[in-house]
């Protein structure tokens, strides 16, 4: 099947921090693959800048570098990366000072859209917001691109709003959450509202409990100092795994459109049970005779930082009353899994002798790798020997069933740049549930630090920690096998 891709705007995006990680593995590659799907007019421009002095050739051959050796299995054709390296600039700015800007303001085009990604500290976020507007670089129509943490705790993150808005309104401010730009979570909205069969028992009438399991096999080596004083509850938590929890848990939004869609999830972070401290298990990863340690890779022999955390918490609304949500994140598990699984309830009444193996329809949600959806029916075992049970998956898997389409998915920055681009809001969060997504994670974070909560050791290269199974076990319920 082809796939319909629907040109953007002309547009000059400016990445401050055009140097730096994300740039380099992320936004560089994603603009070239989307250059190479014909989605971006050639016209347009992409501004690396940072505070070290480099040549325009010099860029060129970091964006040619960083492309080659992060565009995964995509194979480069020489002549659009030339063409692509031709939209590139680059220039020295210094985010605190006032060298660099008017030669920027030269640059960038006011009669075309023009973005400003923000992939640096949020130290720098008021700095360069306000230089933007003192400069008059920005306009009335500009997006600035946030990327996470924004902030660490409700205070931090009010006063981050604060400042941005300051200088543009909230429909100039894209916070970016990359969970909301894969392909699966947004097929995720589009099994439930787009299909008359799932909403009708999307309820705790017909629904038992929820997980949603996001594991990582790579451990924190390398970004050792941000992430032990963040942990896994600032960094997965509280943004990723509270987004895909609101998707799967609010109203049907009355549009699809960005204040609708995202009043919804707002309302369900309001109505999340304070999480009961027997409900929650932090875990961090304990050296074995492959791998390192946590505080080996975080060089801090004394850390309590979580590299893990398992809850169980509920929705105090209609819809979810008494429904668990089993959430659980961490490094160095065994194997690289995230899913979203709804496990529905027994059948009232069995009408098969027992042990025939009714089971309950699970519909799985798979995010990576191999995207796709699969629904745990039960059905008649074929064949003859009288009516035995089994129990089957109904394979959703996208690259399958839309051939080509499926495999040329963009990764999720690549699209979130792009609807920034087209002015879409819908897979940004709004700075009042960054804010709500706090007021719910603080009270956590502060009650482990008050009594210095000791994280529970786990094997790296285990399923995580043995009282995080205990957690779901004492319910009478296992976690799914992490696969
Ligand atoms: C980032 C976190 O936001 O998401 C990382 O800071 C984490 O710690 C990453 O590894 C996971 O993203 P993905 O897309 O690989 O699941």
């Known amino acids: 099947m082809a796939s319909r891709i629907i ?6 995006l400016v990445i401050f921090g055009g140097t730096g990680d994300l740039a380099r593995r992320k936004i560089l590659p994603g603009l070239f693959r989307r250059f190479c799907a014909s989605q971006i007019p050639k016209e347009s421009r992409i501004i690396g800048v940072a505070r070290t002095h480099l040549e325009r050739k010099d860029y060129l051959l970091l964006a040619h570098d960083s492309i080659t050796e992060f565009s995964g299995n995509h194979i480069i054709d020489k002549e659009y990366l030339e063409a692509f390296l031709g939209m590139l600039h680059y220039i020295k700015v210094d985010a605190q000072g006032e060298d660099g800007w008017e030669e920027l303001g030269e640059l960038v085009r006011k009669d075309v859209v023009n973005a400003y990604y ?3 500290g949020p130290n720098l976020f008021g700095e360069i917001a306000s230089r933007l507007n003192k400069w008059n670089i920005a306009t009335p129509e500009s997006r600035v691109v946030i990327e996470k943490p924004f902030g660490h705790d409700l205070s931090s993150a009010k006063k981050l709003n604060g400042i941005l808005s300051q200088y543009f309104s909230e429909n100039q401010i894209y916070r970016i959450d990359h969970y909301l730009g894969k392909e699966t979570v ?3 909205m589009a099994v439930r509202f787009g299909n008359l069969l799932f909403e009708p028992l999307w309820n705790s009438q017909y629904i038992d409990h929820i997980q949603i399991s996001v594991a990582e096999t ?7 100092a941000y992430y032990d004083k963040s942990g896994a509850m600032r960094d997965m938590v509280q943004n990723h795994l509270m987004q895909l929890l609101c998707l799967i848990a609010m109203e049907p939004p009355s549009q699809f459109n960005p204040n609708s869609v995202r009043d919804e999830k707002l309302k369900v972070i309001r109505a999340l049970a304070d999480v009961e401290p027997h409900h929650i298990v932090r875990g961090q990863y304990d050296l074995t005779k492959t791998e390192q340690s946590y505080r080996q890779d975080a060089e801090n022999s004394h850390s309590f930082t979580e590299s893990y955390v398992a809850i169980k918490t509920e929705v105090n609304n209609w819809r979810w009353a008494g429904v668990p949500f089993y959430l659980r994140t961490g490094k160095k598990l065994k194997m690289r899994s995230s899913e979203i699984a709804i496990i529905f309830k027994e059948l009232p009444h069995s009408i098969f002798e027992k042990g025939e ?3 309950q329809n699970i519909l799985a949600i798979q995010l990576q790798p191999n995207e796709g959806m699969t629904l745990d029916v039960t059905i008649k075992e074929p064949g003859p020997g009288g009516m035995r ?4 998956p109904l394979d959703m898997t996208f690259a399958e069933a839309l051939g080509d389409h499926g495999e ?5 920055y690549e699209r979130l740049i792009m609807d920034v681009i087209r002015g879409n809001q819908t897979l940004f969060m709004r700075g009042d549930e960054v804010e709500a997504a706090w007021m719910w994670t603080d009270p956590i974070i502060k009650a482990w630090e008050s009594r210095n909560d000791v994280p529970k050791l786990y094997d790296a290269g285990s399923a995580g920690p043995e009282d995080a199974m205990a957690l779901i076990q004492r319910d009478n319920r296992l976690w799914r096998e992490i696969k």
């Open 357 to 359: 193996g009714e089971k």
């Open 389 to 392: 049970l089994i129990n089957v």
């Open 118 to 120: 923000l992939s640096v």
């Open 408 to 412: 040329d998915n963009p990764d999720a």
């Open 218 to 224: 790579v451990g924190v080596g390398g970004r050792g």
């Open 7 to 12: 040109p953007v705007d002309t547009f000059d």
């Open 186 to 188: 947004q097929n995720l």
